[in-house]
Nanobody, 122 residues
């Protein structure tokens, strides 16, 4: 499966962005999909993930309450809605797919999108 992340950009603190992850080649509904982010000089970290049916969601504590994740299997797409953005949310955001039923560990993900840059100004 090939993944394409989009929707990043420059936003002021307190603003919102909606990131999208679109798949091709295989049905995205065959996979648990996670979003990760990596800030300059930092390790890649798990942000949120959603299971194949979209009825089980996991969030990192750092973003809980500020983001939502959803999937539209008919469109082979997963969305990550970022709200109340902070400068520390600045990072490249990646979507990824895994055959694990749930995982926040980047090493479990075989398929990765190219990343989309989110920059939050103060």
């Amino acid at each position: 499966v090939q993944l394409q992340a989009s929707g990043g950009g420059l936003v002021q603190a307190g603003g919102s962005l909606r990131l999208s992850c679109t798949a091709s080649g295989r049905k995205l509904s065959d996979y648990y999909v996670g979003w990760f982010r990596q800030a300059p000089g930092k390790e890649r970290e798990f942000v949120a993930g959603v299971n194949e049916r979209g009825d089980s969601i996991n969030f990192a504590d750092s973003v809980k309450g500020r983001i939502t994740i959803s999937r539209d299997n008919a469109k082979n797409t997963v969305h990550l809605q970022l709200n109340s953005l902070k400068p520390e949310d600045t990072a490249v955001y990646y979507c990824a797919a895994t055959v694990y039923s749930v995982s926040g560990y980047h090493g479990h993900y075989r398929y990765w999108g190219q990343g989309t840059l989110v920059t939050v100004s103060s």
